[in-house]
C-alpha cells in the first residue's frame, strides 16, 4: 500500500502567521530581502517607498505566492501626515500592525563637506522618520500584543570610515534610539531591536561592480571574517526572527549580521568602496 504523503503546509503558516507587517523603504534591495522574508514567514506585509514601480512589482510577486497578503503604498516618510494615513490605511485594510520595520535611508553624506542642508535632510529620513513613524504606529503595536519593532542601522554605526560623516552618525543614533525605544515601549509588550549589516549586496554595489557579485566579494573579503558580501536574504532572515516570538525575550539589542565585519576590526583610511568601479 502506497504512502500518502503529508499535505503541504499552508502558505501562510509560519511563525508571523496572521499578523501584519510594515517595511519602510521595502522597495530596495535589501528592503526586498526583508519583506520577502517577513512574508515567507507568513506575515502580511505593506511596503512603503517613495519607488512605487520598484514597491508594487515586489508586492505583485509575493500576491502570486500568497493572494491579498502584500501591499504597496507610495509614502514620503518625512511626512508625517502621510505616514498617519498610511498607518489608518494598514490598521482598516488588515486590522492592525504586529511588525513595523524601519529601514527606509538616505546615503546622503559628503563628508566633512557636507552642507547643514544635507545633514538635516539626511536625518530627517535616517532618525526623525523613524523614530515618528514608530510614535504613530505605537498604539496599534500595543494593541497587538506581540508588538516588534525593528530598526535597521549598519556596522558604519560604531566605526570610522573616511569620508563618510553623515551616514554613520544617522545609524548610530538609530542605534542609540532602538535602546530608548526599547525601555520605554516595553510597557505597552513592544520590543525594540536594530540590526546592524556590513556589506550587503545592494543597488549601489550592483551599479558599482557592473553587477560583479565575486568582484564585490573579493573587495569585501579583507573586512569580513565570512570573505563576502551579506545577501538580503540573510539580513531578512534575522529581521524576521526579531519579529516573531522566538525572540520573546529579545529587546534594546543590536544584532549584527555583517559575516564578522564588527568582530575583524574597521577598515581605518582605505578607500575600500571605489574598488567595486576600479
Known amino acids: 500500500m502506497a504512502t500518502q504523503e503529508a499535505p503541504a503546509p499552508a502558505p501562510s503558516a509560519g511563525p508571523l502567521a496572521g499578523r501584519s507587517a510594515v517595511v519602510t523603504g521595502g522597495a530596495t534591495l535589501v528592503g526586498a530581502g526583508v519583506v520577502r522574508a517577513l512574508h515567507a514567514a507568513g506575515a502580511t506585509v505593506t511596503v512603503l517607498d517613495i519607488d512605487g514601480d520598484g514597491a508594487k512589482a515586489l508586492t505583485a510577486e509575493l500576491d502570486q505566492v500568497r493572494p491579498d497578503s502584500a501591499e504597496a503604498l507610495v509614502v514620503d516618510i518625512t511626512d508625517d501626515d502621510a505616514l498617519a494615513g498610511a498607518i489608518s490605511h494598514v490598521v482598516?485594510?488588515?486590522?492592525?500592525?504586529?511588525?513595523?520595520?524601519?529601514?527606509?535611508?538616505?546615503?546622503?553624506?559628503?563628508?566633512?563637506?557636507?552642507?547643514?542642508?544635507?545633514?538635516?535632510?539626511?536625518?530627517d529620513v535616517n532618525l526623525v522618520s523613524a523614530v515618528q513613524a514608530v510614535r504613530l504606529a505605537r498604539p496599534h503595536l500595543a494593541a497587538s500584543g506581540h508588538g516588534a519593532v525593528v530598526n535597521l542601522t549598519s556596522i558604519s554605526s560604531s566605526v570610522a570610515q573616511t569620508g563618510r560623516w553623515v551616514y554613520p552618525a544617522s545609524k548610530a543614533a538609530i542605534a542609540q534610539v532602538t535602546r530608548s525605544m526599547a525601555m520605554d515601549l516595553a510597557a505597552d509588550r513592544i520590543r525594540v531591536n536594530s540590526v546592524s549589516p556590513g556589506w550587503t549586496w545592494s543597488k549601489i554595489m550592483d551599479t558599482l561592480s557592473g553587477g560583479d557579485r565575486a568582484k564585490t566579494d573579493a573587495v569585501a573579503a579583507p573586512f569580513h571574517l565570512l570573505g563576502r558580501v551579506g545577501d538580503p536574504a540573510e539580513v531578512g532572515a534575522v529581521v524576521a526572527f526579531l519579529a516573531s516570538d522566538a525572540a520573546s525575550v529579545v529587546t534594546g539589542a543590536d544584532w549584527a549580521a555583517d559575516g564578522g565585519y564588527s568582530a575583524m576590526g574597521p577598515e581605518q583610511a582605505v578607500p575600500a568602496i571605489p574598488l567595486l568601479s576600479a
Not at 500592525?97 to 553624506?109: E, F, G, Q, S
Not at 563637506?113 to 544635507?118: G, L
Open 92 to 123: 482598516e485594510s488588515r486590522g492592525g500592525i504586529d511588525v513595523w520595520v524601519n529601514l527606509a535611508c538616505t546615503y546622503l553624506d559628503d563628508g566633512a563637506d557636507t552642507s547643514r542642508a544635507d545633514w538635516l535632510t539626511a536625518l
